[in-house]
């Protein structure tokens, strides 16, 4: 080719400031993942009824215990995991937008876009990872405490037993909530890519976080005890209690196995994410 | 500029694309042409590095494609429409493919406005027909103001203004020197604006070159005769390698001669001719003649014949 023909391309070019200096960074990668995650109404959608769900059982439980209807407040092991109680359910929610952000790309199509877009393809499932953790962490935390002190005070209009923040535990509890919705989230992601399907995706998270650990219960005791501790959501679960209960694990060994889960699905997600054709 | 070498895809026992090597050159528009199911999109996506080749490589701009810094900026494609999620808007899904790149938002505005997306842009793109999410997929391709162009089946779902935009766009882009390289089944819009063309069938390269010699090259290529006189002419014609078709009463057509020595021969024998002339046969004619044997999916009632090839 000669220099002639090149010529017109090179002035079109700087005219052309716009796409200039043009490079795939990762923080650029995770501006592409928060512009994804907020320009979809379902996403805002479901984060908005989690910390809804949250908040709500929150204020529910601590008004209900103990008025001779439903559970006493004996049956749970202090006030704080009365107004933690709305965590199980909005872990279903968090675990399931974890799913709608990675399989959704596969069920939509978009996913072809984004890895032609950055074809190195790693830094987009660290992208997503980033961005769902930050997010997620900071509204679940600010909801679990929301919770906490709502129905704190609530308990304490009842003439209840209450919790305080500085007390022993507490604080790492409602800290603990927030990881706990948050890890739900991430295994969901996981997940999500390692099927790219959105219902095996779901029926999976939702089953391996909350129907095993009750089916469990049914093992003959020496499995159940060896097992059900070490299980995603009771390891998750002893991070959020203010007191260890019986055969469950410590906050510091339940974290770590909530976390080894968590980093061996998301390693297995990179590598098929990888390897795979999209 | 485009660099594909002993490019090949195994899905299971089926070997899609068979050892496929071709390039692409810059400055002009390449079509890429093969029967359905001969294995086009897999060479794109694996262009693309989107699917894993089995063997051999992909090279967009002297490196496969993941190893550019900025991808966008190196190849846009456009391989099937309708990669967004419904619920996203045209502008939303542009502006996060861009900030990957570190695309601002002046160029999403101005590829949607190149595009005609404008009115709908900020609309969720579910309710997009196939023509605005082909258009979509086009901006996309563009967002990067890319040097190579790479589309499968652009022209789908457009309508006949959408067509002749987009032959427009890809003959501006490749007179400013970019690679544009193409995939249709319209053999007639192919003809328009290719300049190059690879044809490819069962995965493998059936011919590469000039679009120009390609369908000089054909075989189909014949002489039509009109001659008050045609059944003696006939006869006094037919020959080793020469064949004679009737399409119409008083009509030959004649594969294997000359026009010049149809007209001495014709001459010497005392017999009258009304018309002579020689037919360049047309891309289609010269695709179907090439990829005959290696159609994936033959119709059941007959085998494609083709115009002007009614006796053989």
């Known amino acids: 080719m000669s220099t002639t023909d090149l010529a017109p391309q090179d002035t079109n070019r700087t005219e052309r400031p716009s796409v200039d200096r043009q490079r795939v960074t990762f923080p650029r990668v995770v501006h592409m993942e928060w512009i994804k995650l907020r320009s979809l109404r379902s996403t805002t959608l479901t984060l908005a009824i989690t910390v809804a769900l949250l908040i709500g059982f929150g204020l529910l439980f601590s008004s209900l215990v103990g008025s001779g209807e439903g559970p006493d407040q004996e049956d749970f092991s202090d006030p704080t995991s009365i107004t933690l109680g709305g965590v199980m359910l909005a872990a279903l929610a968090t675990a399931v937008l974890g799913v709608l952000m990675s399989a959704g790309e596969y069920a939509t199509g978009t996913i072809r876009a984004t890895l032609a877009a950055v074809p190195s393809r790693l830094p987009v499932l660290w992208g997503k990872v980033v961005v769902f953790a930050v997010v997620s962490f900071v509204l679940m935390f600010v909801a679990a405490l929301g919770a906490f002190l709502a129905g704190q005070s609530v308990l304490s209009s009842r003439d209840m037993d209450t919790a305080a923040l ?24 996981a997940v ?87 | 500029m485009i ?48 699917d894993r080749p089995s063997s051999g490589t992909a ?10 810094k900025a991808p ?57 027909s196939l023509g605005m ?19 499968d089946e652009p022209v789908n779902g457009l309508d006949p203004e959408g067509v002749l935009w987009i032959r427009n766009l890809l003959k ?16 007639t819009e192919m003809a328009l604006i290719a300049e190059d063309l690879i044809v490819i069938g069962r995965g493998r390269l059936l011919s590469a070159g000039l679009l120009a010699d390609f369908i000089a090259g054909s075989a189909s290529r014949s002489v039509r005769v009109r001659s008050p006189q045609a059944a003696d002419l006939r ?78």
């Open chain 2, 133 to 151: 999410g082909q258009r979509l997929g086009i901006a996309s391709a563009l967002l990067g103001d890319p040097q190579v162009v790479m589309l």
């Open chain 2, 72 to 128: 966008l900026q190196e190849i846009g494609a456009l391989l099937e429409a309708k990669s967004i999620h419904p619920g996203r808007s045209a502008y939303q899904h542009l502006l996060a493919l861009a900030a990957s790149n570190g695309i601002g938002k002046r160029r999403v505005l101005e590829v949607i406005d190149m595009v005609g997306l404008t009115e709908v842009a900020r609309k969720r793109a579910g309710g997009f």
């Open chain 1, 192 to 278: 999500g890519v390692l099927l790219r399907n959105t219902a095996g995706a779901i029926t999976l998270v939702v089953g391996a976080l909350f129907v095993v650990p009750g089916l469990i219960q049914l093992l003959p005791s020496s499995w159940n005890d060896a097992i059900g501790p070490n299980l995603p959501s009771n390891a998750a679960n002893s991070v959020m209690s203010v007191q260890t209960a019986g055969d469950s694990l410590s906050p510091g060994t339940g974290l770590a196995v909530f976390a080894v889960y968590i980093v061996v699905l998301l390693a297995g997600a990179a590598v098929l994410l990888k390897r795979r054709d999209a």
């Open chain 2, 235 to 312: 006869a006094l014609l037919l020959g080793d390698g020469v064949t004679v078709s009737v399409s119409e009463p008083g009509v030959l057509d004649v594969t294997g001669l000359e026009a010049a020595e149809i007209g001495e021969r014709a001459a010497a024998a005392g017999l009258v001719l009304h018309e002579l002339f020689r037919q360049e046969a047309s891309l289609e004619e010269a695709f179907m003649e090439l990829t005959h044997d290696s159609v994936e999916y033959h119709a059941t009632t007959a085998e494609p014949v083709t115009t002007g090839r009614t006796n053989r």
């Open chain 2, 3 to 50: 660099e594909v070498n002993d490019l090949s895809k195994r899905y299971g026992d089926k070997l899609a694309v068979d050892a496929l090597s071709f390039s692409v050159r810059p400055g002009v528009v390449t079509g890429f042409l093969g029967p359905n199911g001969a294995g086009k999109s897999t060479t794109m996506r694996m262009i693309m590095g989107l």
């Open chain 2, 172 to 187: 501006g882009l490749a007179d400013q020197g970019r690679t544009v390289f193409v995939s249709s089944h319209l053999m």
């Open chain 2, 59 to 68: 090279r967009i701009n002297g490196r496969p494609y993941e190893q550019h």
């Open chain 1, 166 to 189: 500085s007390d022993p535990g507490v604080f790492r509890a409602v800290v603990g909530a927030a990881v706990y919705l948050t890890g739900a989230g991430l295994i969901g992601l």
